[in-house]
């Protein structure tokens, strides 16, 4: 399996060169060159297999045994989720009136990204002891990444991760998961600024290929493939438990409504879709709404900023995984692509072609939906089935009530829940809930923390690479000194 670059201008990669990497050198998204076309037989034996199952047979599609053989695959997969608090390690929770909830929260941090970034993380290991290597991981979080990523890493002798977090845009408990991480490979920046903002700095560290060669640097961020490749299995998962018999003629449709941000878990179901797994997808957006107009209008344009909301993090203006979705859409066509997101970097505005609007809409259904909205959702939700909702699943549900409502005939409808309701008491508050917090949520007010400020007029993009060349040389003075001990 070989990847290469949504901009068509870098060098085809393997799995592991698309794993240690973040951006392409050209400034695209890895991709499959090609995607695998799951026959009728193979969904059948799918679909019996747990989540974990489906985790490790995408996997073993997409890496190959000649990197990593299927028994080690398999142990690695199994290693990534033996911290989950599920013994499935995620749970479909059937509700009143075909409400379909599937829970992607049962990790360590309560939030989605454990099960890819804990996948990535063992991958991450894999290699670098058999190369003897040592990365720097870079992460600009909006919410959870951050906090996951650090689970996943953190006391690794082999990778140090920097992380950047926007301060008074994530909720309390999130920020604390991040700061309250004190072991010495973990280094955590506050930033006076949007996730946007933070963005800007990393990316113009990644930009500097030679530099990000010397200091082995890669991202976390649902830039990395593996990321999306692990999130896959969402979407697999819920389509075996929430479709109809699969023992008809034709396989029965399956409908996954995706709460998104950046646009991660989007792609993975287009990935999947265009495998040829039946879903249709509808994306659900808060009140940044990028993602709801491309769908709506083809207007891939920045707003004029970012709106703080209940689901904070969602609070994104720039999708980048929209370029993976527009390059998958436009037949793996990078010179249009490359063209496509020049453009938009230049201007941040971009209307899409009538024919990728036309493909993009055909695949998938959009909403967006305010605050008010998101806590009507919870209350409903709890009201009738005394079941808490965090405020980004409660973008996901509104959409089935929204249909539910005007009686909308439909197929089974999955809502994917990427987060606890424990990780956003602010947000259960605001609906005229009563929290529900976890004793180690609990615990985080009461433990030390350690957080470096990037400050207003600051150089950040100076901050950071004067951090990365420091944990470099950490490095090399650690091996000098094991060496000498050998």
Excluded at 414 to 433: H, I, N, T
Aim: hydrophobic share 40%.
């Amino acid at each position: 399996m070989w990847y290469v670059s949504t901009r068509g201008m870098a060098p085809r990669v393997n799995f592991e060169g698309a794993l240690f990497s973040g951006y392409a050198p050209d400034g695209g998204l890895y991709m499959p060159e090609e995607l695998p076309l799951l026959d009728r037989e193979t969904l059948h034996r799918w679909s019996t297999q747990s989540y974990p199952g489906l985790v490790k047979e995408l996997c073993a599609l997409f890496i190959g045994s000649e990197l990593i053989p299927r028994d080690d695959l398999d142990g690695l997969i199994d290693r990534a989720f033996s911290r989950f608090r599920h013994r499935e390690v995620v749970r479909l929770s059937r509700l009143k009136n075909g409400l379909n909830v599937l829970e992607l929260w049962h990790g360590v941090t309560y939030a989605f990204k454990d099960l890819s970034l804990s996948c990535t993380a063992q991958f991450l290991q894999y290699f670098l002891h058999r190369r003897e290597k040592h990365v720097t991981i870079v992460v600009g979080t909006s919410g959870d990444t951050g906090s996951a990523a650090i689970q996943s890493v953190q006391g690794a002798k082999n990778m140090d991760i920097i992380v950047l977090l926007p301060k008074g845009h994530c909720s309390k408990i999130q920020e604390l998961q991040m700061t309250t991480v004190l072991t010495d490979n973990v280094h955590v920046f506050g930033v006076e600024g949007n996730s946007d903002e933070l963005d800007e700095p990393i990316k113009a560290v990644f930009a500097d290929v030679p530099f990000v060669r010397k200091h082995n640097l890669m991202s976390l961020n649902s830039i990395n493939w593996c990321r999306v490749l692990v999130q896959m299995a969402h979407h697999f998962f819920a389509y075996f438990r929430c479709a109809a018999s699969l023992d008809s003629h034709v396989l029965p449709p399956v409908e996954v409504v995706v709460p998104t941000g950046a646009g991660g878990n989007l792609a993975a179901g287009c990935i999947a879709q265009k495998m040829g797994l039946p879903i249709h997808l509808v994306v659900v957006v808060n009140c940044n709404d990028i993602i709801h107009r491309t769908v709506q209008q083809g207007d891939f344009s920045l707003s004029e900023a970012v709106k703080p909301t209940l689901a904070s993090a969602m609070d994104i203006q720039v999708p980048y995984n929209m370029e993976r979705i527009f390059w998958l859409l436009s037949d793996s066509n990078s010179q249009a692509t490359r063209t496509l997101m020049e453009q938009f970097e230049r201007t941040q505005r971009l209307h899409l072609s009538k024919e990728l609007h036309g493909k993009l809409s055909e695949a998938v259904t959009s909403e967006s939906v305010s605050d008010k909205t998101i806590t009507q959702t919870m209350g409903r939700c709890w009201a009738e089935n005394r079941y808490l909702l965090c405020p980004h699943s409660a973008v996901a549900v509104s959409y089935h009530y929204q249909q539910t409502d005007r009686q909308r005939p439909s197929a089974p409808r999955c809502c994917l829940a990427p987060a606890s309701a424990a990780k956003f008491p602010e947000a259960v508050l605001a609906a005229g809930l009563t929290p529900e917090t976890p004793a180690e949520i609990l615990a985080l007010q009461h433990m030390e923390t350690r957080c470096t400020p990037m400050r207003r007029g600051e150089d950040w993009t100076l901050m950071l690479r004067d951090t990365i060349e420091g944990l470099s040389q950490r490095w090399r003075d650690l091996v000098c000194v094991d060496r000498k001990a050998w």
